[in-house]
């Protein structure tokens, strides 16, 4: 995500966001606006509302509804007849959300509640639909399945449960000195998030916790522009990578400044995917079987 966000930290921001102190959440509630900004992310919110099958009057959850960018689309797409649900635990970036609805005119059928999705107070099969956008990779194992679980039985038989994440070893970045730029990307994949391939894991997951019909696709972030989210990625990641210890503090401010300079001259190139992943809550009583050998 664009911009600066304070000192980075070696370790992973959305991990326990409710402890971000203010300044901090500050700059992601700008890194994470700048970010749903990007045309590629327009892509990515329109294929989770595809794989979501939403329409006007349905109930929808969205888990770490962040700054309510997607909520508003789905606030939109259900109308003034369906409620759409955020869970979010981080109270600056609520309110960023609350916001936007209210800006958006949909503050009557959108709500965040604060709160992890952990405790958020849900009854089973009450969503037509539940999402989640770059939440999962932030979430440990254990704790990850647990929330597609509680995802799954927010939503009622035959409703649809997705995830967009991105994979952090498909981030690709041009820049001069190519062996840091494996070395950082490499720290990132594997020690800034709880599991750096989500998103090819996706459907693996989905398949574990009971969902099925499960679909998937691919959607590149490409950013050509410095000062893009992507060059705020780059720098605040290298900037993690010296503090976790994995480069040098000389070998991530040279690398910064390289890339600095061939965004300057317009050159800067960076790429990611993501992964947009859905599948069905199955319907709650299996078919029996007729002594036909035919389904009932
Ligand atoms: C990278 S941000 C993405 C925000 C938003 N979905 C977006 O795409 O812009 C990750 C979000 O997950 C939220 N989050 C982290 N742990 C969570 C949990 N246990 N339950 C609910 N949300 C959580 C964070 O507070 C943050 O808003």
Redesign the pocket.
């Known amino acids: 995500?664009g911009g600066r966000t304070g000192d980075v930290p070696a370790e992973d921001p959305?991990?326990?966001?409710?402890r971000l102190g203010a300044e901090a959440a500050r700059a992601?509630v700008a890194a994470?606006n700048r970010?749903?900004g990007a045309p590629d992310?327009f892509r990515i919110r329109a294929e989770l509302l595809r794989h979501l099958h939403v329409c006007a009057g349905q109930a929808v959850l969205?888990?770490?509804?962040?700054?309510g960018?997607?909520l508003g689309d789905l606030a939109l797409a259900v109308g003034p007849d369906g409620p759409a649900v955020g869970?979010?635990?981080?109270e600056a970036?609520a309110a960023e959300a609350r916001r936007r609805l209210a800006a958006a005119g949909a503050g009557g059928r959108a709500r965040v509640v604060v709160?992890?999705?952990?405790d958020?107070p849900l009854r089973g099969g009450t969503f037509d639909a539940a999402v989640?956008?770059?939440?999962l990779?932030?979430?440990a194992e254990g704790?990850r399945e647990a929330?597609l679980d509680r995802m799954r039985r927010a939503v009622r038989a035959g409703g649809w449960v997705a995830s967009?994440d991105q994979d952090a070893d498909t981030w690709v970045v041009d820049h001069p000195d190519r062996d840091l730029a494996r070395r950082i990307v490499r720290f990132t994949c594997e020690r800034r998030h709880a599991d750096g391939w989500t998103g090819r894991s996706l459907p693996r997951w989905f398949r574990a916790v009971g969902l099925r019909e499960v679909r998937a696709a691919a959607i590149a972030h490409v950013d050509t522009e410095s000062g893009s989210h992507l060059h705020g990625l780059a720098e605040r990641v290298a900037r993690a990578a010296a503090a976790a210890g994995a480069v040098t503090q000389e070998e991530a401010d040279g690398w910064i400044e390289a890339l600095g300079q061939r965004a300057e001259a317009g050159e800067f190139v960076a790429s990611i995917n993501f992964y947009v992943c859905s599948a069905c809550r199955q319907e709650a009583r299996r078919r029996v079987r007729a002594r036909s050998g035919r389904d009932a």
């Open positions: 995500m959305f991990a326990e966001p409710s992601w994470l970010r749903a992310q969205e888990v770490g509804s962040g700054t960018v997607l869970i979010e635990p981080q970036f709160g992890p999705i952990e958020a989640a956008q770059t939440v990779i932030h979430l704790r929330a967009a």
